[in-house]
């Protein structure tokens, strides 16, 4: 079983930048295909970004393709993901999950473990 814990989160102006670390413990992150969800109070959590365990796919949301980065450190066991020119509309509690294979799918119910999240809040 593996742990995540989601840090980097925090207040921002519009236009701004912010980078959000997701660390594993338990388990090499690398051996998982990583992904980030964010859920706003009152609607469904949604897919933001992910990366293949083998690093070979990612994939990201339409709202975020240009603004959003994702990167892994296998040394550090890490993910993180870089998130520019933020927009109010990003404002949400942030997720890392990670599952089995290969695949990069948006529905929430197909991956594993899940961390406890980390708000960003980005004012206009």
């Known amino acids: 079983q593996v742990q995540l814990v989601e840090s980097g989160g925090g207040l921002v102006q519009a236009g701004g930048s912010l980078r959000l670390s997701c660390a594993a413990s338990?388990?090499?992150?690398?051996?998982?295909?990583t992904g980030w969800f964010r859920q706003d109070p009152g609607k469904e959590r949604e897919f933001v970004s992910g990366?293949?365990?083998?690093?070979?796919?990612?994939r990201y949301a339409d709202s975020v393709k240009g603004r959003f980065t994702f990167s892994r450190d296998n040394a550090k066991n890490t993910v993180y993901m870089q998130m520019n020119s933020l927009k109010p509309e990003d404002t949400a509690v942030y997720y890392c999950?990670?599952?089995?294979?290969?695949?990069?799918?948006?529905?929430?119910?197909?991956?594993?473990?899940w961390g406890q999240g980390t708000q960003v809040t980005v004012s206009s």
């Open positions: 990366i293949s365990w083998d690093g070979d796919r990612t």
């Open positions: 338990g388990r090499s992150i690398s051996s998982y295909t």
């Open positions: 999950a990670v599952r089995e294979g290969t695949a990069l799918p948006v529905e929430r119910f197909a991956w594993k473990y």
